[in-house]
C-alpha cells in the first residue's frame, strides 16, 4: 500500500491555491528557519470592490512570508538553529 500522507499547510493572512503552495510549503519554511532564504514572495488574484464605481474587480496581490521574531533573544548554536531567551535574561 502506498504512503498517501499530506502535509497541510495553514498560514494566517495568506491565501494558499495550488499555485502558491508551491512556493509556501513545509520544506520553504524549513530552509527559512534555518536561514538558507530570507522570504517567499506571493502573489494572487482576489475579489475587491471599486468604491467609485461600486464595481467587482479581480485585482492581483503580492505578499511576502518571513521570519521575524523579535519577542525573544536568539542565541546561535550550531546544533540547534532556534535557542533563545527572553529580554533582559
Known sequence: MANTEKEVVKIKGFTLNYENS????LESMKRIIEK????????YKIITRNVKNKTLVNTE???EFRFKYDKRMDIPEKDDPIE??????
Open 22 to 25: 508551491k512556493h509556501l510549503n
Open 36 to 43: 538558507e532564504n530570507d522570504k517567499v514572495n506571493l502573489s
Open 61 to 63: 496581490t503580492c505578499k
Open 84 to 89: 533563545t531567551l527572553p529580554w533582559g535574561y
